[in-house]
């Protein structure tokens, strides 16, 4: 859906700093952290239907950045070339602005969740900086519909948070906002030092997947030829319960045991595939816990390498993150996704059905109708094994 109003905005976004003193330390991000495909921010849009007290959301911002104070720091070149958080307390970008021909309604039309456009930028003023470096982490913007409803935009720089850190800032950030007592405070933990390379480096085998390019027997580079050719146009179809459990139950009796996660996972890659049609000889990888988990034991490699994604399918599950429950004052949000769509694959949750799933993944223009097809082939819910699964 595009948005062509223009967000009308009353004053300049604001600077929020710490309401406390915070440590004035220079933060060290590990390899993992630091990585060139994580610079970038997490967008995050939510879009509730009632009202918010946005003074009393940019105070309890100001609280809660006292115990995530790296958010409110800056970005930039360590001495070594990394980079580092310097925890300065600038403070986070705060913005306010209003839609009044706009309602929260309009984001659930014609579907369970809303495809997004590349207008909805404008619901996030502040976030357009081309460099990541000396620029406030955490931009947000709350926008007054004129149904009366409010969305809630934030992007959190990658580097500093993953999306469960960042699941979990916004968790306490809508706790103080309504005023909550702490019973499930959760002090987040900074320091990342124990990820430090070892000295000297023991990497034990190559690492084929991070490295920018193969190399074939005599030794010239191959570039891995790009799938994503042409303007992009996002797809997602929301999964039941019941067509997980019939993915699941696909995988017997080759799988002993298959999460939701790994079955959805198959069958979306197996989509994805299909709809681009790469070359018979294109070997093209799924990108998942496995690869996230080797990931992990690569601390003492660099972290200006990547793993080649040209012929990759990233998927990333805020499914487990509770974000469909964030109250900031208005009650659950009805729209939970991001702010754009990408070429990774986001598995999201569905507002009112927590074994559901929706599937969002840009692909080039001419693949995106095959994908919705390929999305649906199989599901069809047509005897009452499935409704009884479904109702379970």
Same mark, same amino acid.
């Given at each position: ?23 004035? $330390? ?6 993992? =952290? ?16 009632? *009202? ?21 720091? #800056? ?38 969740? *809303? ?61 103080? !906002?309504?005023?909550?007592? !702490?019973? $499930? ?21 190559? $690492? ?24 992009? !146009? ?15 139950? #696909?995988? *017997? ?13 198959? $069958?979306?890659? #197996? ?9 018979? =000889? ?57 702010? &754009?769509?990408? &070429? ?45 699964? =479904?109702?379970?």
């Amino acid at each position: 859906m595009e948005i062509a109003a223009e967000c009308e905005h009353h004053m300049e976004p604001v600077l929020v700093a710490p309401s406390q003193p915070t440590p004035g $330390h220079t933060l060290y991000l590990s390899n993992l =952290d630091d990585q060139c495909l994580l610079r970038f921010s997490v967008e995050f849009l939510f879009v509730f239907a009632g *009202a918010v007290d946005v003074d009393a959301l940019r105070t309890a911002l100001s609280r809660v950045l006292v115990d995530y104070y790296p958010l409110a720091g #800056r970005l930039g070149p360590g001495d070594d070339g990394k980079l580092v958080v310097d925890c300065n307390a600038e403070g986070a970008l705060f913005g306010e602005g209003s839609l009044p021909g706009l309602t929260a309604d309009e984001f659930l039309r014609g579907s369970v969740i *809303a495809k997004p456009h590349e207008s909805w930028r404008k619901l996030l003023r502040g976030a357009e900086a081309r460099s990541f470096l000396a620029v406030p982490p955490l931009v947000v913007q709350v926008t007054h519909l004129g149904c009366g409803g409010t969305v809630l935009c934030s992007a959190i720089s990658h580097c500093l948070c993953d999306g469960i850190g960042a699941a979990q800032f916004l968790h306490a950030w809508a706790r103080v !906002a309504r005023f909550e007592a !702490a019973d $499930h405070h959760v002090t987040p933990f900074h320091d990342r030092s124990v990820l430090r390379p070892r000295c000297p480096p023991r990497i034990a085998f190559e $690492h084929q997947e991070y490295a920018m390019n193969s190399l074939p027997g005599d030794g010239d580079p191959v570039v891995t030829p790009s799938l994503f050719v042409g303007p992009l !146009a996002p797809v997602s179809l929301t999964f039941t319960g019941a067509h997980v459990q019939r993915l699941k139950d #696909r995988c *017997a009796p080759w799988l002993e045991e298959c999460t939701s996660f790994e079955a959805l996972a198959a $069958h979306v890659w #197996r989509a994805w595939v299909r709809s681009l049609g790469p070359p018979s =000889d294109l070997r093209v990888n799924r990108a998942g816990p496995v690869f996230w988990e080797t990931l992990g034991e690569l601390g003492d490699m660099s972290p200006y390498g990547r793993p080649c994604l040209s012929a990759s399918l990233v998927i990333s599950a805020w499914t487990r993150m509770g974000l469909e429950d964030l109250d900031i004052g208005a009650g659950r949000p009805v729209h939970v996704g991001p702010l &754009t769509s990408e &070429t990774y694959c986001l598995f999201l949750p569905v507002v009112d059905d927590p074994r559901g799933v929706t599937a969002l993944v840009s692909v080039p223009e001419a693949a995106a109708e095959r994908l919705e097809d390929d999305f649906l082939h199989g599901l069809e819910l047509d005897d009452m094994h499935d409704v009884e699964n =479904d109702e379970q």
